[in-house]
């Protein structure tokens, strides 16, 4: 695993390369990260330091600029201060169960594929109550196809338990979820 972060936009600027994770970008020397070059692995990058805000799905590839990495945010804070690698991404499949309730109560659906839209494969609302990830890495997306606020769900945090849509990440504030794709590098 290993990604290549830069202070400035289209890989300008200083440069770091890291193989594990880094909690506080500010502690490497640098004020924020502008662009990214992922040469291996699957990443999730945060807004803020110590793993907190929203979270930013990087797989293997380049990411010039804020727009390449964000899926497309309402918002544009334009911060990236931590990161660390998602180990289960290199899983040969991945199998996630998504339930209607908090707690796994009430309808569920397995999935271990790509989903575009959820509401297209028959779950008939924007909102999900809880998730088990069994194996592999998923990101979960607020809007359709792939838009929106990022989700990165593994089966080794909480041990793929996921019982409160406010378990998916400190800067959750819903439970809509429109899209989910499956992590691979």
């Known amino acids: 695993m290993q990604v290549t972060v830069f202070e400035q936009e289209h890989f300008q600027g200083k440069c770091l390369e890291f193989t594990s994770e880094c909690c506080n970008i500010h502690d490497c020397g640098l004020d924020n990260i502008r662009s990214i070059r992922v040469e291996s692995g699957a990443w999730v990058?945060?807004?803020h330091h110590d793993f907190q805000g929203q979270q930013f799905i990087l797989e293997r590839g380049e990411y010039p600029n804020w727009d390449a990495y964000s899926g497309s945010l309402a918002y544009h804070t334009e911060r990236f201060m931590s990161f660390r690698p998602i180990y289960c991404a290199s899983h040969q499949s991945?199998?996630?169960m998504i339930f209607e309730r908090e707690?796994?109560?009430?309808?569920?659906?397995n999935l271990c594929d790509d989903y575009p839209s959820l509401q297209a494969m028959g779950w008939s609302m924007p909102?999900?109550?809880s998730m088990h990830v069994q194996s592999?890495?998923?990101v979960c997306y607020e809007y359709p196809g792939y838009r929106g606020q990022q989700y990165i769900?593994?089966?080794e945090r909480h041990s793929g338990d996921y019982q409160c849509w406010k378990n998916w990440g400190?800067?959750?504030q819903t439970p809509k979820i429109q899209s989910i794709r499956r992590i691979r590098h």
């Open 153 to 155: 769900m593994e089966c």
């Open 170 to 172: 400190s800067h959750c």
């Open 103 to 109: 707690n796994f109560m009430g309808r569920c659906t």
């Open 136 to 138: 592999g890495a998923f």
């Open 94 to 96: 991945s199998h996630m």
């Open 45 to 47: 990058g945060f807004e």
């Open 127 to 129: 909102e999900v109550g």
